[in-house]
């Protein structure tokens, strides 16, 4: 079974960084590009960024997270990651890491930003 598994979270507070990991059980994981969410309080989960098999981005970030966040993966290890530097109130969420089109969920991991 396809098994997302997102780690790195936490309470930061604003201008600090994290980075957050994505790992998946699936021997096939590395052959499908992975994206990452985000689940903002009080709207629709969105895709911020996605990378292809061969670790180049294929989705402009979207304005709200531009210049800040950054996707890479590393096939090897089956992980994929998103550093999230000068990070906002507003960027507080739960994030996901997924295929693009795959149905299942991991759990996520909770980024809160708040003095």
């Known amino acids: 079974q396809m098994r997302f598994v997102e780690s790195g979270g936490g309470l930061v507070q604003p201008g600090g960084s994290l980075r957050l990991t994505c790992t998946n059980s699936?021997?096939?994981?590395?052959?499908?590009?992975v994206a990452w969410y985000r689940h903002v309080l009080g709207h629709q989960r969105e895709m911020i960024a996605r990378?292809?098999?061969?670790?180049?981005?294929?989705?402009k970030y979207p304005d709200s997270v531009k210049g800040r966040f950054a996707i890479s993966r590393d096939n090897a290890k089956k992980t994929v990651y998103l550093q999230m530097n000068n990070l906002k109130p507003e960027d507080t969420a739960v994030y996901y890491c997924?295929?693009?089109?795959?149905?299942?969920w991991g759990q996520g991991t909770q980024v809160t930003v708040s003095s």
């Open positions: 997924n295929v693009p089109g795959f149905p299942d």
């Open positions: 699936d021997r096939f994981f590395s052959d499908y590009p």
């Open positions: 990378i292809s098999v061969f670790n180049e981005d294929e989705l």
